[in-house]
């Protein structure tokens, strides 16, 4: 693998339908049918009630930053010229944790409980990656 | 409760570590896994007494892509059970909880323990595509964010501490240099040169907010480990120590994200079995051997195992308590921070020479119990005797 690529996601037959609509600019998390959570990453089965029946619900991108670390340590070739680059545990408004960057911030103003919104950051044909950026708010 | 206490404590004493061996700890470009392992095992069969044919139990660890099965070849034997748990540093209590176990029960009469190690020779960094692992679902899911090594899971942790409990990077300092302290009275220990809490608090970040002295060293080293049942220990060479108790709980749940509740829901479970099996309490423990990857598990196996309450452990590991001398002495062979990062396995070593008063200006001082503690989706712990 020529390492100055940066990684792409290994998709699974759970989560290839999530990256579908990722590439339509819309980020839907699997809600179970039976129990009504939302999970992820993507799985086969709900962990809670073990119902399979789920829809790819359409959440609204909007959340409150968890936790975030910056990596000032480059592990990947590819990633040399973004460190200092932060990654962050974003609360989804709608209860799930997901991984992202934060984007049009400087990191040192990244602050546990900012509010993020979703933005479509579109890599090539085949991938889009969502990342978040502070919601401005008046 | 989730186990059954009757049943546990029938495990309770009836095994013993007889021998332990560790090899030289560095780096050493003219070793391997195999070379490592096999020196500190040799330095446990002396230690014991025992002869390499009375081992009928061959279990073997490490980060590389060591082979119990080419291990046993390489030297020369055919032993009735071996395996390795693909499980990373966590492996260390359980696979001394899989011997327990073999021993009691009759299957074996002589357990090894074998760990080799030469990340620093093979450039192992445990992060970027070095740690890729199509069968391990966190190392590689957040790749594409630049989200990789579990020190990044860890200083996730940190942050969430921080800002939960008003907790500071200063406080966490105490660790690093509690344990160089230590080291500087370890023979084998690889960093002894003085370290100040404002030389932690200068040093670069890794992965904020955790800094360079929060991170274990990466090095090459091997160490051995031998256990047999409590009758046979007592003809042996050394003072046997015996496994009062072993704790157990694992988090799967939500295991492809750093734990953000800090296994607050899971790891208490273990303390719980620990110390039910043993039949003592936080109070009798006269030192501590914390799995220490990085600084914030040692805060987090003190707040999770009940030495302190939920988010006091900044405050509760200063003014000397963690020092030799102190009121509860941890890591004090250095731990990987600074004396060797094997993983666990020269914790349990450290333990034994504590319990046998073979730790010189180290030693605790009428060390009777020893607790190891390793935090991650998989918990354990143990508590030795002498």
Redesign the interface.
């Known amino acids: ?1 020529d ?1 100055h690529v ?5 998709k699974s037959s759970s989560d290839s339908v999530y990256w579908d609509y990722l590439k339509k600019h819309e980020l839907r998390l699997q809600q179970c049918n039976g129990c009504q959570i939302f999970r992820f ?1 993507a799985s086969p089965l709900c ?1 809670e009630c073990h119902s399979k029946d789920h829809a790819w619900q359409r959440v609204k991108g909007t959340g409150s930053v ?8 480059c ?2 070739p590819s ?1 040399a010229k ?1 460190v ?2 932060n ?1 962050a ?1 974003i609360q989804l408004d709608e209860g799930p ?1 997901v ?3 934060i984007i049009n911030i400087e ?1 040192s103003s990244i602050k ?1 409980g900012l509010r993020v919104e979703v933005v479509f950051d579109d890599i090539d044909e085949t991938l889009t ?1 969502p990342r978040f950026t502070p919601t401005l708010q008046s | 409760m989730s186990f059954d206490e009757t049943r546990l404590k029938s495990l309770k004493d009836q095994v013993a570590i007889v021998g332990v061996g560790a090899s030289k700890q560095g780096i050493f470009n003219d070793a391997d896994d195999y070379s490592l392992a096999i020196d500190a095992f040799k330095f446990a069969l002396d230690d014991c007494g025992l002869d390499i044919d009375d081992i009928d139990g061959l279990f073997v660890q490490g980060p590389g892509n060591i082979s119990f099965v080419r291990m046993g070849e390489i030297l020369g034997i055919n032993p009735v059970v071996g395996g390795n748990f693909p499980i990373g540093g966590p492996a260390t209590a359980p696979l001394i909880h899989h011997a327990a176990m073999l021993l009691h029960t009759g299957a074996c009469k002589h357990v090894a323990l074998i760990y080799g190690n030469s990340s620093r020779t093979e450039g192992r ?1 445990f ?3 070095t ?1 890729y692992n ?1 069968a391990q679902e966190y190392a ?10 579990p020190g ?1 899971a860890s ?3 940190a ?2 501490h921080f ?1 939960t409990y008003g907790t500071t990077s200063r406080q966490l300092a105490t660790v690093a240099v509690t344990q160089r302290q230590h080291a500087i009275l370890n023979p084998i220990a690889i960093k002894k040169d003085p370290l100040t809490i404002e030389d932690h608090q200068s040093s ?6 955790l800094h360079l002295y929060d991170y274990c060293l990466i090095n090459d080293g091997g160490v051995a480990l031998i256990l047999t049942t409590k009758d046979r220990a007592k003809d042996l060479k050394k003072q046997p120590v015996y496994v009062m108790g072993i704790g157990r709980q694992d988090t799967y ?1 939500h295991s ?3 734990n ?1 509740n800090l296994w607050r829901d899971t790891m208490p479970r273990c303390a719980e079995m620990v110390y039910s099996m043993a039949g003592v309490s936080q109070a009798d423990i006269d030192g501590l051997m914390i799995y220490d990857s990085f600084s914030i598990n040692v805060w987090i196996a003190l707040e999770n195992f009940g030495f302190c309450k939920e988010g006091e452990a900044g405050d509760f590991t200063q003014n000397g308590r963690m020092q030799l001398g102190g009121e509860l002495p941890v890591n004090t062979h250095g731990g990987h921070l600074s004396e060797s990062y094997m993983q666990g396995w020269l914790h349990q070593v450290e333990a034994v020479r504590q319990l046998r008063r073979e730790c010189g200006p180290r030693q605790i001082n009428e060390a009777e119990i020893i607790q190891y503690i390793c935090r991650a989706h998989v918990a354990s712990s143990i508590i030795y005797r002498r």
């Open positions: 693998m390492t940066k990684p792409r996601p290994i990453p962990p968890f936790s975030w670390v910056v990596f000032h340590k592990y990947f990633f973004d200092p680059y990654v545990m944790i991984i992202s960057n990191n546990q990656i | 960094k992060g970027g595509m740690a199509p590689n899911a957040f790749f594409y964010y630049g989200l990789t090594s990044a200083a996730f942790q942050r969430i800002d670069r970040f890794v992965c904020e907010p749940k492809s994200m750093p953000v």
